[in-house]
């Protein structure tokens, strides 16, 4: 008897101290204290960002109660927030290997004048002009890449040159002084058209049923090999909560929130879905291929990555490539919110807007942490401060101020988590 039991407790000491965890079957109550765990030893993922951006739509709501919350006003802040979005959204990338891409807003500018005097001067459609800005914005970052990591010269200084370079070529391209008009139907509508208020409840519709099955097959496919899994009801509740948010933007968008009744103004912007399909893609990336695992442990410890049989050199040389690609698509957003080109365009805080947002988000100036939700979230937060300090008539200075407050916030969390990471071993 007593040698069965001393059996049975050592399978269980080599189960724990071997894969045990990968085969942990968590109930509700265990998952929230695994949770709760992660985030007591550092791992706060979006927690802040989540946090913050409840607390300025409760404040912003508080103090206009009658222009935050309308739909008007949810209409502008979600085309304010898509420039600054998918520029954060290409610096993750850059961010998760603990490196910093300072000229990924002038790379966003050069490539929407590429775009800009393609249709107005070459007479090109604008699908040629999309294509060229976006191979523009990859060939920028091949050359920062190639600049990091072949020749080894630190990014910082790397992408400080180009900042200062690729605005002059913007201005060689536009002129000083001068502007070029964007007038082309596709190209204006990404941000300031709406789609039909149809089309959107069908694509939410379908956006919520494909999250909730893959959800779902997610956790069937851990069951069925025995690997660990959230409990059931986790899952089900995790795509409620995004059916229900997705029904409720859609609801919010398409109603009428023309100032006169003559007209009618209702649906989603454009822009919204595209800047959500870049989110799918690069979450995709970054969570279920070989390539984003890469990655990560790029970031996390270069020399183990290649020690490992990573190809170290071409990640770093993608990433860069990934987001400049990234930059030319905001700056064709950006091109479209303004219906031209200028050239000073993708220069001053486009920048300072896109990293603070993906930090605000959650990722890691250290590298090895992030996502491409975070993107996301930092771009709403920055985007709501604008806005709601906007709606209060508040000087240019207290925007800066509170902007960079959040900022540095949200920096101060991120070192001391990681910190907490350190002391806790995980």
Request: net charge positive; glycine share 10%.
């Amino acid at each position: 008897m007593s040698t069965d039991m001393s059996k049975g407790s050592a399978a269980v000491t080599l189960a724990d101290s071997d894969f045990a965890v990968d085969r942990k079957t968590h109930d509700v109550r265990s998952a929230a204290l695994d949770y709760w765990s992660r985030v007591r030893a550092g791992d706060l993922g979006a927690l802040p960002a989540i946090f913050g951006m409840v607390a300025l739509v409760v404040l912003f709501t508080a103090l206009r109660p009658d222009t935050f919350l309308s739909e008007r006003n949810i209409a502008n802040l979600s085309t304010q927030a898509l420039q600054v979005t998918v520029l954060a959204m290409g610096l993750v990338f850059v961010l998760l290997l603990g490196e910093i891409d300072l000229s990924a807003g002038v790379a966003s500018g050069v490539s929407a004048a590429v775009m800009a005097k393609l249709i107005v001067q070459a007479d090109q459609p604008w699908y040629v002009a999309v294509i060229a800005a976006i191979a523009v914005g990859i060939v920028i970052g091949a050359v920062i890449g190639w600049l990091v990591a072949v020749v080894r010269i630190p990014s910082f200084v790397v992408t400080l040159a180009l900042f200062l370079g690729l605005q002059g070529i913007t201005l060689r391209l536009i002129g000083e002084g001068g502007t070029v008009p964007v007038r082309d139907e596709v190209i204006v509508a990404l941000a300031n058209k709406n789609m039909p208020v149809w089309l959107g409840w069908v694509m939410a519709g379908v956006c919520a049923v494909v999250y909730a099955a893959l959800q779902l097959r997610r956790w069937q496919q851990q069951r069925a090999r025995g690997l660990a899994s959230r409990p059931l009801e986790l899952v089900v509740a995790q795509a409620a909560v995004v059916a229900a948010a997705l029904l409720f933007g859609t609801y919010v968008l398409s109603q009428d929130r023309a100032p006169s009744p003559a007209i009618t103004l209702a649906g989603i912007p454009w822009g919204v879905p595209l800047v959500g399909v870049l989110l799918i893609v690069c979450t995709f990336v970054l969570g279920r291929t070989a390539y984003g695992r890469h990655i990560y442990a790029v970031g996390g410890n270069a020399e183990a990555a290649r020690r490992a049989g990573i190809n170290v050199v071409r990640i770093r040389m993608s990433v860069f490539m990934i987001c400049s690609g990234m930059a030319a698509v905001s700056g064709i957003l950006a091109a479209s919110r303004l219906n031209s080109v200028t050239p000073d365009a993708g220069a001053g805080n486009t920048l300072l807007l896109g990293v603070g947002a993906a930090v605000i988000g959650g990722t890691s100036l250290f590298g090895g942490r992030g996502k491409a939700r975070d993107a996301v979230l930092g771009g709403l937060v920055v985007s709501i401060i604008a806005n709601g300090l906007g709606l209060l008539g508040a000087k240019a200075y207290a925007n800066w101020l509170i902007t960079g407050s959040v900022l540095l916030l949200a920096a101060s969390i991120d070192a001391l988590a990681r910190r907490r990471r350190a002391t806790t071993g995980r």
